[in-house]
């Protein structure tokens, strides 16, 4: 394995890029490694009511849309997002997608999806009871990251 650090600057943050001929436990490995070490104490402030808090974006599974609001779930709160689902896309690390037209998962905590061939599907999550759907038009590009992330 080859090692290079190019430095650019005007960068607004570090990225790493991890080329590989194929997929196995050694580069996913590695993958999750480097992922957590960026994500370490980053946090996103989200809010309840009048109270600011500072959630760390490992706690969070997903964001979704209600009317114009945008608002962050983790395992069992609720909080209001400043944030639109665009913006977020660009913030949020790897780990996180779009899984339909106004929901944003964070695949580390997707435990199943249950296929609705004629609708949407549904993903639950784990350590919660809360649950989204999964719209067709991402099911496939879901279940393809998510496939790339587990063990072979």
């Known amino acids: 394995m080859r090692v290079k650090i190019e430095m650019v600057s005007g960068l607004p943050e570090a990225e790493v890029l991890i080329r590989c001929g194929q997929l196995d436990e050694s580069i996913v490995l590695l993958q999750k490694y480097i992922t957590e070490q960026g994500n370490s104490k980053r946090c996103l402030p989200l809010s309840r009511g009048d109270t600011e808090y500072y959630v760390p974006i490992e706690k969070l599974y997903f964001f979704e849309t209600e009317g114009k609001e945008i608002f962050a779930h983790t395992a069992d709160q609720l909080f209001a997002c400043p ?55 991402y099911y496939k590009s879901v279940i393809e990251r998510l496939r790339e992330r587990r063990l072979k």
């Open 83 to 137: 944030y639109k689902l665009y913006e977020l896309e660009e913030l949020l690390p790897g780990c996180f997608m779009r899984i339909s037209k106004s929901t944003i998962a964070n695949l580390d905590y997707i435990y199943s999806i249950t296929r609705n061939l004629t609708a949407s599907s549904e993903a639950e999550f784990r350590g919660s009871k809360k649950s989204v759907m999964v719209s067709r038009s």
